[in-house]
């Protein structure tokens, strides 16, 4: 049973709660937006991954898509647990017990797997020799970051589990992260967090600040439109080269030029003949 947070007009706040959880917030996302914008008209050029896959791929297979849809599942749970209020789902006929489950387990599964991904995209750069030194000291900064945010949001799910003192997050954090969008930041609601859920938000804040100066920046400009783009024509071969494939559908014309189209070259003319008779 995961004990009630105390009321709000019980928690006593004080300048640091105020700065903490009611100006930090709002930094934050003015450097995020600020940081994005500039990046975006003066580094246009560095808004990429830096991919790594001509050096190396086997492994790359396998940790990419498993960070990558493990962060995804990650943000899809926050999302759900910090803005869906607790009263919506108890009205739809979840209780707290299945909630609390189900975002235990989903979450504690989504979370191992985005950090298996994320360490082993580590150790293939650390091992891969071009990768390694194709990383530079703003990669390294960024992926101690992720680690430890992902460390600390594992940390808050063991604890919430094992430690029954600690409030319920619905009544403390996702209130909170609620009124910021409102601008009427509670900071009542966020004091009375456990100590673990304080350090988890204040590490993710800190990793959303350095957000736009990272490659972590091209997650604002994922290729969705990829999925709605017309297919791209190419040439057809030569009539002589595609005999072999299949027939040319209606509509469409085999590319060449008129020689070709005949099935006939012709020899250039010369100027002169040696078989003319002498003058």
């Known amino acids: 049973m995961i004990p009630l947070a105390p009321a709000p007009e019980a928690v006593e706040t004080g300048v640091g709660d105020v700065l903490l ?33 001509l050096y190396e791929s086997r492994i790359l297979r396998i940790a990419s898509p498993l960070f990558h849809f493990g962060i995804l599942a990650v943000l899809a749970g926050h999302i759900m647990g910090l803005l869906i209020p607790a009263s919506w789902t108890a009205a739809v006929g979840v209780t707290e017990g299945m909630y609390h489950f189900l975002a235990l387990s989903i979450g504690t599964v989504a979370g191992v797997g985005t950090l298996l991904g994320i360490v082993l995209l580590i150790w293939r750069r650390r091992t891969t020799g071009p990768v390694f030194m194709a990383t530079t000291k703003n990669d390294k900064f960024m992926y101690v970051m992720l680690v430890a945010a992902l460390l600390t949001g594992l940390a808050t799910t ?21 009124s910021i969008w409102i601008l009427q ?95």
Do not use: C, N
């Open 158 to 178: 063991a604890i919430s589990v094992f430690d029954h003192s600690v409030p319920d997050y619905r009544q403390t954090v996702s209130p909170w992260f609620r």
């Open 185 to 279: 930041p509670d900071v009542a609601a966020m004091a009375g967090a456990g100590p673990s859920f304080k350090l988890h938000v204040l590490w993710a804040l800190g990793l959303f600040a350095v957000w736009p100066f990272t490659r972590l920046v091209h997650a604002f400009t994922a290729p969705v439109h990829y999925l709605f783009r017309p297919y791209i024509v190419y040439r057809s071969r030569d009539a002589g080269s595609s005999a072999h494939l299949a027939p040319v559908r209606r509509g469409w014309e085999p590319v060449g030029t008129r020689d070709r189209a005949r099935g006939t070259t012709r020899a250039p003319e010369r100027r002169g003949s040696r078989s003319a008779g002498r003058r």
């Open 21 to 53: 959880w009611g100006v930090l917030p709002y930094v934050v996302l003015a450097v995020v937006v600020g940081g994005s914008i500039w990046r975006y008209r003066y580094d246009q050029f560095g808004w990429t991954t830096r991919s790594s896959q």
